[in-house]
């Protein structure tokens, strides 16, 4: 498949619903190979399917990040089949809303183990793919670690104090890591979204829920809205990194 990305190959986490999917297909539209990873594989099989239909590549790699040896088992699979590892877009994350005190220690950990180390997990067995990319005389002369954070990684509120923990901390490591990698040419952008029609919220408590919703007076918007930004970030010339993209609905105010 031919376009922008066409001789490049992504790998998505996240990408069995919402921004992780749509990303995985945007990016495959634009002729980049995909790998979609996740836990469930029914859904990225059914991916996989979908972009071969329209013309493109794709591979199901079924997988916990939360496990580093299986993160790090996904990340090479990817290599092993593709040859090589052009774009990363850390995606995959947990929203556990609720008020700090007197939560269950599990909601807390399972954030910071998908959010947070997970995503350590995928970087740190993607990194030496990325610059290797980056320095290839076939490649486009650049490669890009894309990571999700959010609106809540700029801004806290109550009840998502510890959401907004992960999602700080996903800003700072990007932050940290664009300066480590600029000499090697490997660009780092963080996308921090507001809110998204995605299963995310399906997660949580139904009061919570129904609380949060019956809040929100404005449209969120739809996971292709965000994926267009990360395909925006990913395709500027080598010369051109966009370091962070905040992107709310327009109605809204936090
Ligand atoms: N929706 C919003 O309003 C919003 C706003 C700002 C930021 N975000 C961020 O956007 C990202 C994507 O979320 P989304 O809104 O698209 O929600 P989503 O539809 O629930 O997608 C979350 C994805 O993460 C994957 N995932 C969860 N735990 C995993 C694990 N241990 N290993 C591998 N994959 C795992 C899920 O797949 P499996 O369950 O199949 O593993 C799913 O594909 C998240 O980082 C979220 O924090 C979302």
């Not at 990873?37 to 990225?44: C, E, I, M, Q, S």
């Not at 990319?133 to 009840?159: F, T």
């Amino acid at each position: 498949m031919t376009g922008r990305l066409g001789g490049s190959v992504a790998l998505v986490t996240g990408a069995s619903s919402g921004i992780g999917g749509a990303t995985g297909r945007a990016l495959a539209a634009q002729g980049a190979v995909v790998a979609l990873l996740a836990r469930r594989a029914d859904r990225l099989d059914e991916l996989v399917k979908e972009i071969e239909a329209e013309g493109g590549r794709a591979l199901a790699v079924p997988c916990d990040i939360t496990d580093r040896e299986a993160a790090t088992a996904a990340v090479r699979r990817t290599v092993d089949t593709f040859g090589r590892l052009d774009i990363v877009v850390n995606n995959a994350g947990s929203m556990l809303l609720g008020e700090f005190a007197g939560a269950p220690a599990e909601l807390s950990d399972r954030m910071v183990a998908i959010n947070v180390n997970g995503l350590l997990n995928v970087s740190r067995a993607a990194l030496p793919y990325l610059v290797a990319a980056a320095a290839a005389e076939d490649g486009r002369g650049v490669a890009d670690l894309v990571n999700v954070s959010s609106v809540a990684g700029r801004k806290a509120v109550a009840g998502g104090a510890v959401y907004a923990l992960t999602k700080y901390g996903v800003v700072g490591l990007s932050e940290g890591l664009r300066q480590e990698l600029a000499g090697r040419r490997v660009r780092v952008t963080v996308v921090e979204p507001g809110a998204v029609q995605t299963e995310l919220a399906d997660h949580l408590a139904p009061e919570i829920r129904d609380r949060i919703l019956t809040g929100m007076d404005y449209t969120p918007m739809d996971p292709g809205d965000v994926a267009e930004v990360i395909v925006f970030a990913t395709t500027r010339g080598r010369n051109v990194a966009i370091n962070e993209l905040l992107v709310r609905p327009t109605g809204q105010l936090l």
